[in-house]
């Protein structure tokens, strides 16, 4: 808990002074650089949180990786997490960030599970209809396929579940037949 405080701390501070400085949009490619580079670096990571390696070893590392890939305002921001000793909650302060982007910026992610993958047509009408209905500017629409549903699609939004698959209403027919005491 105190580890998502101090995460959310520095990440709202980040967000707040790139808003600020009018560099919102750069800044949230360059957090997304860092997290991807770092989920995709476990390396990375363990260097970052051992306690061994030293903070100018660590930031001589993250020169040599981002200092000409970022802005200015994101390496300073990476300095300034390495000198209060906070480079351990590097990727957590990224997720946070870019969570707070999104909130910012009105942007959803939503899962679709089809059995079938979705044309461009009907992907553009998920997301008209998404968008109408939760009240955002845009959605980011992460798609999966799962033959077993048979058709139909489920739909999942923050914590909410909308299952229109065929396999979902197959088992509630059965349901209600063994309930009837149908055989």
Do not use: H, Q
Not at 101 to 107: E, G, H, R, T
């Amino acid at each position: 808990m105190l580890e998502f405080k101090t995460s959310y701390r520095y990440a709202k501070s980040l967000l707040d002074l790139s808003v600020k400085d009018n560099l919102l949009n750069t800044i949230y490619k360059d957090v997304i650089l860092v997290n991807t580079i770092c989920r995709n670096n476990k390396d990375l990571v363990l260097i970052l949180k051992s306690p061994l390696i030293y903070g100018d070893k660590k930031l001589r590392i993250l020169k040599k990786i981002f200092y000409d890939k970022i802005n200015n305002l994101t390496f300073s921001f990476l300095d300034l997490i390495n000198k209060k000793g906070r480079l351990p909650l590097l990727l957590d302060i990224t997720e946070v960030f870019i969570l707070e982007y999104k909130k910012v910026n009105l942007i959803k992610d939503v899962s679709i599970t089809t059995a079938i993958s979705l044309s461009d047509e009907l992907r553009d009408k998920f997301k008209k209809i998404i968008k109408t209905v939760i009240s955002c500017k845009k959605v980011n629409l992460i798609e999966d396929v799962d033959k077993s549903l048979i058709g139909g699609y489920i739909l999942s939004v923050d914590d909410k579940k909308l299952d229109e698959s065929i396999k979902n209403k197959l088992s509630l027919l059965k349901l209600n037949f063994l309930n009837s005491g149908i055989k």
